[in-house]
C-alpha cells in the first residue's frame, strides 16, 4: 500500500514542486529544472521507489500497453535489414570463417532434409524419372552437357566451392591432420635409424 502511494505521490510532488515560489535566484517565478529533476531521481533511487515502479511495470495492464505492435517490429526489422548499412554489416560478418561455416551448416542440414524428405516422396521420384526418361530431355541434357556454357558454369561451381566456408574449413582440416601425419613420420625416420 506504502509503494502505490509513492506512486501516487510522485506526480503530486512534481506538481507542487513547479508551482512553489521561485528561489531568489531564478527570475520571473520560473521552475528550477535541474532541481525538480535532482528530487524525482532520488525520489525513485529509493528502496520505495524502485519497488513502486517494479509493482507498475509488473502489471498486467501496462505490460499490454508497453508491448510493441508487431507491425511496427515487422516494419523496423525489414526496414533495418535491408537498408545499406546492415548490407555492409551482413557482407562483414560473412566474411568471418566461422560465422559463415555456422550459418552454412545450419542452413545445408534443413536443405538436406528437405531433399531427402522429396526423394523419399513417391509422387515426386515418379516425376523425376518421368521427366528424365523422356528423349527429348536426354538429348538437351546430353546438349547442355557438351556446351561451353555447361563447362562454363561447372568452373563457376568449382570456384564458389572452392570458395565456399565449409569446403574452406574441411581443407584445412585435411591440410593440418596431413602436415601432423608428414612431421609424425619424419619424427619417426631418425629414431628407425638409430636403432
Known amino acids: 500500500m506504502k509503494r502505490i502511494s509513492l506512486?501516487?505521490?510522485?506526480?503530486?510532488?512534481?506538481?507542487l514542486s513547479s508551482c512553489a515560489p521561485a528561489a531568489e535566484g531564478n527570475t520571473g517565478g520560473q521552475v528550477d529544472y535541474e532541481e525538480t529533476k535532482k528530487m524525482v531521481?532520488?525520489?525513485?533511487?529509493?528502496?520505495?521507489?524502485?519497488?513502486?515502479?517494479?509493482?507498475?511495470?509488473?502489471?498486467?495492464?501496462?505490460?499490454e500497453k508497453l508491448v510493441m505492435d508487431q507491425k511496427v517490429v515487422q516494419d523496423t526489422i525489414s526496414t533495418t535489414l535491408t537498408s545499406e548499412q546492415a548490407t555492409e554489416f551482413w557482407k562483414k560478418t560473412f566474411n568471418d570463417t566461422e560465422f559463415a561455416k555456422g550459418v552454412a551448416k545450419s542452413m545445408r542440414t534443413e536443405n538436406e532434409a528437405l531433399l531427402k524428405d522429396l526423394m523419399n516422396d513417391p509422387?515426386?521420384?515418379?516425376?523425376?524419372?518421368?521427366?528424365?526418361?523422356?528423349?527429348?530431355?536426354?538429348?538437351e541434357m546430353a546438349d547442355a552437357l557438351k556446351s561451353k556454357e555447361y563447362r562454363e558454369h561447372l568452373q563457376s561451381v568449382i570456384t564458389e566451392?572452392?570458395?565456399s566456408p565449409l569446403y574452406k574449413a574441411k581443407m584445412q582440416e585435411l591440410l593440418l591432420k596431413a602436415a601432423e601425419e608428414a612431421q609424425a613420420k619424419q619424427e619417426e625416420k631418425p629414431k628407425e635409424e638409430g636403432s
Open 161 to 163: 566451392t572452392l570458395d
Open 7 to 15: 506512486v501516487l505521490l510522485l506526480p503530486v510532488i512534481v506538481f
Open 41 to 63: 531521481v532520488d525520489i525513485l533511487k529509493t528502496d520505495d521507489g524502485k519497488k513502486a515502479l517494479q509493482e507498475v511495470m509488473s502489471d498486467d495492464a501496462m505490460k
Open 123 to 139: 509422387e515426386y521420384r515418379a516425376m523425376m524419372i518421368e521427366v528424365f526418361k523422356e528423349p527429348e530431355m536426354q538429348k
